[in-house]
T-cell receptor
Framework: DAGVTQSPTHLIKTRGQQVTLRCSPKSGHDTVSWYQQALGQGPQFIFQYYEEEERQRGNFPDRFSGHQFPNYSSELNVNALLLGDSALYLC??????????????FGPGTRLLVL | AQSVTQPDIHITVSEGASLELRCNYSYGATPYLFWYVQSPGQGLQLLLKYFSGDTLVQGIKGFEAEFKRSQSSFNLRKPSVHWSDAAEYFCAVGPFGIAGNMLTFGGGTRLMVKP
């Protein structure tokens, strides 16, 4: 049973560029959440996708956007990159929005460095 | 707004010694509580979770945690630490219900194990 997969593993961009990160959820899961983990900090919730729609959003600017595809995979897009966007981006999947007994399973992350 | 505090940024214990990592949360309703572990360069692995029922929950790798509602705490314990337990540990709180399962994480506790 494949777990949550993310690509690429590492990425280097320059300020002002745009980046797309990808996530495939664990088999049987239909909900994908994205988190940003800055160095030395805990993960912070960016947003969550279910049924191809953004259902919840954390305190992140509109430069952060996403998409979910019919096969439940997801993309995170960040426009106009800032140095402060350098972080580990984690994708987590779960089996629905209900929240009852749901556990999020995390991928290994994509480490983004903005120069 | 919900929040999670992990008072200890770093903890060092000797191999074979007992361990307790502290977690305090602020949440307006019945929370879901989680402990995750992150090894260097890795994603997050779920150690254990509490939803309801018995306030002492058992997890993987010999870890357990106790939910104390009166103290708003969910401390993680292990009776005998192994060198392989060296990692960063995150406590997280999540909501119950149809609002989804966005997680709020603490800042993490880095555990070092002395031989």
């Amino acid at each position: 049973d494949a777990g949550v997969t993310q690509s690429p593993t590492h990425l280097i961009k320059t300020r002002g560029q745009q980046v797309t990160l990808r996530c495939s959820p664990k088999s049987g899961h239909d909900t994908v959440s994205w988190y940003q983990q800055a160095l030395g900090q805990g993960p912070q919730f960016i947003f969550q996708y279910y049924e191809e729609e953004e259902r919840q959003r954390g305190n992140f600017p509109d430069r952060f956007s996403g998409h979910q595809f019919p096969n439940y995979s997801s993309e995170l897009n960040v426009n106009a990159l800032l140095l402060g966007d350098s972080a580990l981006y984690l994708c987590a999947s779960s089996g629905g929005l209900a929240g009852v007994g749901e556990t999020q399973y995390f991928g290994p992350g994509t480490r983004l460095l903005v120069l | 707004a919900q929040s999670v505090t992990q008072p200890d940024i770093h903890i060092t214990v000797s191999e074979g010694a007992s361990l307790e990592l502290r977690c305090n949360y602020s949440y307006g309703a019945t929370p879901y509580l989680f402990w995750y572990v992150q090894s260097p360069g890795q994603g997050l692995q779920l150690l254990l979770k509490y939803f309801s029922g018995d306030t002492l929950v058992q997890g993987i790798k010999g870890f357990e945690a106790e939910f104390k509602r009166s103290q708003s705490s969910f401390n993680l314990r292990k009776p005998s630490v192994h060198w392989s337990d060296a990692a960063e540990y995150f406590c997280a709180v999540g909501p119950f219900g149809i609002a989804g399962n966005m997680l709020t994480f603490g800042g993490g506790t880095r555990l070092m194990v002395k031989p």
